[in-house]
């Protein structure tokens, strides 16, 4: 679990959006609910501030070691329809 403080313009990762900021809270019991924005794909997302800390679900707050292959990544899948399925 990350001891890190979480606030406005923090840094944040998507497995999917790439990185991203936390852009407000709003308070749900004993949890914030966090929501962050991703600016390359336009979009916004939330996630309780304990699961955030985690680092187990799509929004974390460390970067995903290792990098998928091309042909794990959203890019090298639509790649692929568009070629056919990669049927020869």
């Known amino acids: 679990m990350s ?16 990185s991203g900021y936390v852009v407000s809270f709003i308070h749900r019991h004993k949890d914030r609910l966090v ?14 501030e304990t699961k955030l800390r985690t680092n187990e679900f799509e929004i974390r707050l460390t970067k995903p070691k290792g990098k998928k292959n ?19």
């Open 3 to 18: 001891n890190r403080e979480v606030k406005q313009g923090t840094k944040v990762y998507h497995e999917l959006y790439g």
């Open 35 to 48: 929501w962050c924005s991703f600016p390359d794909f336009k979009t916004h997302e939330g996630i309780l």
């Open 70 to 88: 091309k042909k794990e990544t959203l890019e090298g899948i639509l790649g692929d329809l568009l070629r056919g399925g990669g049927q020869g």
